[in-house]
C-alpha cells in the first residue's frame, strides 16, 4: 500500500511539475512575432487613409500587436483603425492608434476620457499631450490632414514621445 502511494505521489508530482513548467511567469512571456510590415502595406494598398509608419526606432522595440480595421467594430471611433503595440526597451508598453474618425471620440476612447494638459513639439510636429483624471493615463495625440493619432500605454512620456516622433507618411 505504502509503494501504490509513492507511485501514485511520483505520478502527481510529475505532472505538477509539467504543467507548472508551462506557466508564463516560469518560462517568460510568450510574445508572437508580429509582422508591422504587412499591416502597414495592407493599408496602403487598401488606400484607406495616409498612416504614419514607425522608422527608426531605437534598438530594443519589440513589435507585440498590430491590426488594421476599415471601420472601428469596438468602441466609439467611427472610422478606420490602425494599431500596432511595443515593448519598450524599458520593459514598458507602449502604443500608436490612427484613425480618419472623430478625433474627440479617439481620445474619450483610446485615453480614457482624457483633457488636454500641454502642448509637445516633436520634430517639426506640435502635438497635444492630454491626460484622464480618472486614470492618470497620458497620451500624445496629432491630427493631420484628416488622421489622428494618438500614442499612448504604460510607457513613460519619453518613450511616448520616441514613439510620435518615429511616425512617417
Known amino acids: 500500500m505504502v509503494l501504490s502511494m509513492a507511485v501514485v505521489g511520483a505520478v502527481v508530482l510529475g505532472i505538477f511539475w509539467m504543467v507548472a513548467w508551462q506557466r ?12 508591422v510590415e ?3 502595406t495592407d493599408v496602403r ?3 484607406t487613409f495616409a498612416v504614419g509608419e514607425p522608422t527608426g526606432l531605437p534598438d530594443g522595440w519589440t513589435a ?5 480595421d476599415t471601420a472601428a467594430v469596438s468602441g466609439a471611433v467611427a472610422g478606420g483603425v490602425l494599431h500596432v503595440g511595443y515593448l519598450t526597451p524599458a520593459g514598458s508598453y507602449a502604443e500608436v492608434r490612427q ?5 474627440s471620440a479617439a481620445v474619450d476612447d483610446w485615453v480614457d476620457g482624457a483633457s488636454e494638459v500641454d502642448q509637445v513639439v516633436i520634430g517639426n ?3 497635444t499631450k492630454v ?8 497620451g500624445l495625440v496629432l491630427t493631420d490632414e ?3 493619432a494618438v500614442v499612448t500605454g504604460k510607457a513613460e512620456l519619453d518613450e511616448l514621445q520616441t514613439l510620435a516622433g518615429s511616425l512617417r507618411r
Open 24 to 35: 508564463p511567469e516560469v518560462q517568460g512571456p510568450v510574445r508572437p512575432v508580429v509582422d
Open 38 to 40: 504587412q499591416v502597414f
Open 45 to 47: 494598398l487598401g488606400d
Open 64 to 68: 507585440t500587436s498590430a491590426w488594421f
Open 99 to 103: 484613425t480618419d474618425g472623430d478625433p
Open 125 to 127: 510636429q506640435t502635438w
Open 131 to 138: 491626460e484622464s483624471a480618472e486614470s492618470g493615463k497620458v
Open 146 to 148: 484628416g488622421v489622428t
